[in-house]
């Protein structure tokens, strides 16, 4: 069965702490694409990052990383330097190749708040 | 900026009340979908249109009627809600699978639905 677990329900740090934002997932699909979305209290949801199952390579954005682990089924998020804006709640979401098109399988996400 | 706009960004209506959600993009995409999220929870797949096709219903009442104009356009005819139909809706658009779409979705700021 497929599902994504964002253990850290909220998570209260202060400006320029660095912060990492765990994801776990489960898939039986040996090609599936996993992703991070922000959303800001606007409502939008703002796409961070996708991978694929079949590129473990780590990537840095800016103060923005991401660790992506096959063998232990993890997805994380690192923010550096945090800072005020970076205040959302953030999703992690799974998407398996043999799934339905747009269905994406969420986390039930990780509030981060930053404080000045 | 988002490129997937949503009108209206708020709306209160009565349980006997007809209204549209309209949506709109203009980055080619040829799928569109509709999600619906309750406060403090992830966005749950409502409806998927490819080629302005509905592909997908996720076993949505029928109070809920999606529409595809054309490729830029999408609506949900909303009739005969109920309370706990409040929530936020959310469209969103991407490639088509199949078409080297790895599944990354573009979401709109979401309206913001009260049924009273």
């Known amino acids: 069965a497929q599902k994504v677990t964002q253990a850290q329900t909220e998570i209260s740090v202060v400006e320029k702490e660095d912060v990492t934002l765990d994801c776990v997932y489960e898939?039986?699909?040996?090609?599936?694409?996993l992703f991070w979305y922000k959303q800001p209290p606007s409502g939008e949801l703002v796409f961070l990052i996708r991978?694929?199952?079949?590129?473990?390579q780590n990537e840095i954005s800016g103060r923005y990383s991401w660790n992506f682990q096959k063998s232990t089924s993890s997805f994380n998020f690192t923010i550096t330097a945090s800072q005020v804006v970076d205040s959302a709640v953030y999703f992690c979401?799974?998407?398996?190749?043999?799934?339905?098109?747009?269905?994406?399988?969420f986390g039930k996400g990780t509030k981060l708040s930053v404080k000045p | 900026d988002t490129e997937v706009t949503q009108t209206p960004k708020h709306l209160v209506m009565g349980m006997t009340n007809k209204k549209s959600l309209k949506c709109e993009q203009h980055?080619?995409?040829?799928?569109m979908y509709w999600y619906k999220q309750k406060a403090k929870k992830p966005p749950e797949l409502m409806f998927v249109y490819s080629y302005e096709k509905l592909s997908i219903n996720e076993s949505v009442p029928s109070r809920f009627s999606p529409e595809c104009p054309n490729s830029s356009l999408l609506n949900l005819h909303l009739h005969a809600l109920q309370p706990e139909d409040s929530a936020l809706y959310l469209c969103?658009?991407?490639?088509?699978f199949g078409t080297g779409n790895t599944g990354e979705l573009f979401f709109g700021e979401g309206s913001r639905l009260t049924v009273l």
């Open positions: 979401a799974l998407s398996e190749a043999g799934g339905s098109q747009g269905n994406l399988i």
């Open positions: 969103a658009s991407s490639q088509v």
């Open positions: 980055m080619g995409h040829r799928a």
């Open positions: 898939t039986r699909d040996t090609t599936y694409y």
């Open positions: 991978r694929n199952s079949f590129d473990e």
